[in-house]
């Protein structure tokens, strides 16, 4: 037999790609703590630990609106199945944390869904689960957005503004109220 044949089966890894976005993060520098657009091996018995006490935290987000430990990720696998799974828990008891249309108050946990939004304060995360086999470790791999991953979210007006573009509050109605008429109806 040749080496090649008496070679190990290679061990596929999970994977956690981050994608991490701030409006400030060029002024404040709130990532330069992150090592982006690198694998980095996670023991599978340890839990990735996010926020900003550096002695606790592997991921640190230089920030003082950000708690000692924000939120942490614990590697699994689901009961009676080959399947490998994150938890994701709130540390926090001053922000909520968003994960997808789910809010997480202090100490709630869900399971991380395999491609979401991670969202608390200004910080957005775009969170994605790459399978694998590894029983023994896990990795992250972490970006930067250059740009908003949710859309901006546009406050409604308080007044309607009709098709014209002319806002109705800059010529006053001078006591008429609007009528109501049906199609069918004739004026």
């Known amino acids: 037999m040749t080496s090649f ?11 956690l790609h981050m994608t991490f976005y701030h409006p400030c993060q060029d002024n404040k520098m ?4 992150l090592n982006f657009c690198k ?4 023991r599978a018995d340890e839990v990735a630990k996010f926020g900003r006490d550096s002695n606790v935290c592997h991921y640190n987000l230089m920030d003082t609106r950000v708690s000692r430990i924000q939120f942490s990720l614990q590697f699994y696998r689901k009961l009676n199945s080959s399947q490998f799974c ?9 922000t909520k944390l968003i994960v997808d249309q789910t809010e997480l108050g202090y100490l709630n946990k869900i399971d991380l869904p395999w491609k979401c939004i991670i969202c608390f304060g200004d910080y957005q995360i775009l969170a994605e689960v790459q399978e694998g086999e590894s029983v023994d470790y896990f990795e992250t791999h972490l970006h930067l957005a250059q740009a908003p991953i949710l859309q901006e979210r ?4 308080l007044q309607p503004i009709p098709e014209n573009g002319v806002s109705s509050s800059l010529f006053p109605s001078q006591g008429k109220s609007p009528i109501e008429i049906d199609e069918n109806e004739s004026c």
């Open 86 to 94: 994150f938890e994701i828990k709130n540390m926090s008891k001053k």
């Open 30 to 33: 709130m990532f330069r703590c």
């Open 5 to 15: 044949e008496e070679a190990e089966t290679e061990e596929t890894v999970t994977c």
């Open 39 to 42: 694998r980095e091996q996670v």
């Open 154 to 157: 546009c406050l409604p007006s």
